[in-house]
């Protein structure tokens, strides 16, 4: 399988593709400001085209590009529910200080959007992606999962938004944000994953969950079985 990503924008929000070896579909996660042009030269460079846009949840930095990329290749969004008024109305998302970043921009949902459910799956482009709830830095964030086949075997990725990150964790103060959720979300659905599960952020550098779990400082004491203590 080909997983790519490369970071667009003044927000460096790391944009995926993924698809199967000599596949000509594929699926974008997260395509942020910025994002359309090198997204659009990676597509045609690489022979693959789109059947859906996957996003981790609502923050204007990771859905700034949706509507231009559903337009032109007449494909659905998926967001969860909570997050969706965003798509619409990033400011209430982010608060006023994004207003004059904006200016007079305007944003709309693409034409067909569907919500993502937590413990649904999604067959698209030949690939199953698992749906996992993951609530705190907003309430409708949401990590894929993904089992990709290597020549060594199986390696389980989980796509994990700005839920956690390389030696950190999401934001908690914005619109919608919840610290003491957002360690529920990670201790109760993310360390639990094999030590090996390969984590691709939405900034920064990929890393492993049995990493993070024993390196990253905002994790320290947290375990997949403390979760109910937090």
């Not at 967001?79 to 969706?84: F, L, P, V, W, Y």
């Not at 109305?89 to 004059?100: E, F, S």
């Not at 993502?116 to 705190?136: E, K, M, N, Q, R």
């Not at 030590?195 to 969950?209: A, E, K, N, R």
Request: hydrophobic share 40%; with cysteine.
């Amino acid at each position: 399988m080909l997983v790519t990503g490369f970071p667009a924008g003044m927000f460096q929000t790391n944009c995926y593709v993924l698809a199967h070896d000599g596949a000509d579909e594929c699926v974008v996660v997260d395509p942020g400001q910025d994002a359309t042009e090198p997204l659009f030269r990676f597509l045609n460079e690489s022979g693959v085209t789109p059947v859906a846009v996957l996003l981790t949840h609502g923050h204007l930095d990771h859905t700034w590009s949706v509507e231009p990329v559903c337009e032109k290749f007449g494909i659905p969004a998926y967001i969860h529910a909570e997050d969706r008024y965003m798509l619409s109305d990033p400011i209430r998302g982010t608060g006023p200080a994004l207003a004059a970043l904006l200016g007079d921009t305007e944003f709309a949902e693409p034409d067909e959007v569907a919500e993502l459910v937590d413990g649904f799956s999604l067959d698209l482009a030949g690939i199953t992606f698992g749906v996992v709830h993951t609530p705190g830095h907003t309430q409708g964030s949401v990590v894929f999962t993904v089992d990709v086949d290597t020549p060594d075997g199986t390696l389980a990725v989980a796509l994990t938004g700005d839920t956690l990150f390389a030696g950190s964790i999401g934001r908690s103060d914005l619109p919608g944000g919840n610290h003491d959720q957002l360690l529920r979300s990670i201790a109760g659905s993310l360390l639990p994953l094999a030590d090996d599960t390969v984590i691709l952020p939405g900034h920064g550098g990929q890393s492993t969950i049995g990493q993070e779990r024993a390196s990253n400082p905002f994790l320290v004491g947290l375990s997949g079985t403390e979760q109910g203590k937090l």
